[in-house]
């Protein structure tokens, strides 16, 4: 893969996560569940502060399973890529339900929120693609990197875009 398709994967990635999280966000605030942790009398968690009170869906599940959509469509031919990135969402998501964050539908319906973003962005992104190049001023990207690392309160990937 060369700089254009890597830089056009992040675009993809970018914008799939941005409509991740404001789907979820939306229906977490429509749907109102509560945590397992909160509602349940024996489900206790050393993780207090879980940012929002709600449930439903998972976002850190939907975001991992927007990574990982990314990485089959975008690298479909090297299953080294996209097979250990769908094992990581799974971990991603059985997590949730282990420490008494989540219960299984909040992490399934994550899994389709974040699958499903990625989807959708992908399938526009003959129109997305150009927009981002004309926001830039550029016919091509000249240096693309990207950084993975754990930071700050379990966000897990950091992007850097340098031209």
């Given at each position: 893969m060369n700089v254009i398709e890597t830089f056009e994967s992040a675009v993809l990635l970018g914008g799939s996560e941005v409509l991740t999280y404001s789907v979820n966000s939306l229906l977490k605030v429509g749907v109102g569940r509560k945590r397992p942790n909160e509602a349940l009398a024996h489900v206790y968690t050393v993780h207090l502060d879980s940012g929002d009170p709600y449930s439903f869906p998972s976002g850190h599940t939907a975001g991992a399973f927007a990574i990982a959509t990314t990485l089959?469509?975008?690298?479909?031919?090297?299953?080294?890529?996209?097979i250990p990135a769908f094992v990581w969402a799974g971990l991603v998501g059985y997590e949730r339900i282990y420490f008494g964050l989540h219960y299984p539908s909040d992490v399934l319906g994550g899994s389709l929120v974040g699958a499903g973003s990625f989807l959708?962005?992908?399938?526009?992104k003959d129109e997305i693609l150009p927009i981002a190049y004309k926001l830039l001023g550029k016919k091509?990207?000249?240096?693309?990197?990207?950084?993975?690392?754990?930071?700050?309160?379990?966000?897990?990937?950091n992007a850097a875009v340098r031209f």
């Open positions: 089959t469509l975008r690298y479909s031919k090297n299953p080294e890529v996209y959708l962005v992908y399938k526009y091509e990207p000249r240096n693309v990197s990207a950084i993975v690392l754990p930071y700050g309160r379990g966000t897990l990937a």
